[in-house]
């Protein structure tokens, strides 16, 4: 495409899929913010219009009858990936399936969890206080959010290991574009869940305690869901949970390890650590963007949208916008509107896992500054990150014994 403006909007090619040196895309991303409202980016086959700023963003959330989730990445707008529930329902069909799945997500219902989040993040932290050093992506930060997702699928934590394997065989394959990879790795994760799903069927437990009881139980207008609606639910958890969760502690530890003041802050004070969450979700949003696909021609805030156009909800960029958060690049943990981020999204299809996200990052933060409050990055690093959504392959941080 040779054009400089597409409908109006001025024509960029910034490609966010690949990988750079850590901080780069929020870079780029901030720099497309503030060359115009609207942006038409044609670094894809089918391109996408950026919505960048707050205002814009938080709107496109709420265009949930007209934009629908056919596409949900602007960057991967054709993948024929694999399917994923609820995220692919749109309108009432979306709605009734998120009624049965929001009891296990609901803030009550986590924090029923935090007893037990809170053992079993010691326990991996007692493991490995002793070496003096660890890679904190590979040898925790994908660890543990494996393990609380075992747990909330009413599944034993002594899988973990064994899971961990076949979702990191599964997320490097999906990643390297190697669909063969992939394939096999996803057949051992749903043979699992499948003998997971079979057992609660022969053995249900109480419906309202365990999450793959109510699904095997539940109805929607009369009919059950099918096995393989089921452990599509199971994968899409997986997908969706433990990536982000890894990554969102990545970029937490960076920081943290980088910043002694901000350290010292929650290590003094850890009742300061559910907004300093917060303020590390608006600041460090991984899942920085979402995708729509354009469903009836529409005007919206100026821009002429036809129906099959893709929309890029530009989540990092809304959250990083000087128009609505003031110093949007400081860390500042009494940022008086820090709740309003949206790095969980918006509108009907908001993260159903937030709340455990949250409870997750508090529980690490609390319970590792209590056993190792000094630590460092093992200096000479290099640190980058993956784009498409962030992500950090390696961490490696070393503190005394
Ligand atoms: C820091 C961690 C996390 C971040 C930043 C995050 C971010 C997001 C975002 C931005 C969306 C909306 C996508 C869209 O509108 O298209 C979303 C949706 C979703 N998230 Fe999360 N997420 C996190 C953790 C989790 C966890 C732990 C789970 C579950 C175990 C989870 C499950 C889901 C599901 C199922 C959806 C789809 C909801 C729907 O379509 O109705 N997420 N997440």
Known sequence: MTETTHRGCPVAHTDFTGTAPLYEHYKMLDNDREQARFLFNDTTDRGFFMLQRYDDVRDGFQQHDTWTTAVRSALRPNTASDPLLPQDLNGQEHVKLRRILNQFFAPAAVRRMEPMAQQRCIELIEELKPAGSCDFVAEFAIRYPTDMFLALLGLPVSDGEQFLEWSDEYFSALLAGDPAGATTAKASIMN??????????????????????????????????????????????????????????????????????????????????????????????LVFQAGREVQEPQEFNGVELEKGDVVWLGIAQANRDPRKFDNPDEFDVNRPNVNQHIAFGGGPHRCLGMHLARLELKIVLEEWHKRIPEYRITPGTELRERGVQLSMAALPLEWEV
């Open 192 to 285: 699992y869940f499948d003998e997971a799903v079979n057992e609660r069927r022969a053995n249900p437990r109480d419906p309202k305690e365990d999450m793959v009881t109510r699904l095997v139980q539940a109805r929607i207008d009369d009919v059950p869901l099918t096995q393989d609606e089921i452990l599509t639910i199971c994968l899409t958890l997986m997908l969706a949970g433990l990536d982000t969760t890894r990554s969102a502690l990545g970029f937490i530890y960076t920081h943290l390890a980088q910043h002694d003041a901000d350290r010292q802050a929650i290590i003094d004070d850890p009742t300061l650590i559910p907004k300093a969450v917060e303020e590390f979700l608006r600041l460090y949003p």
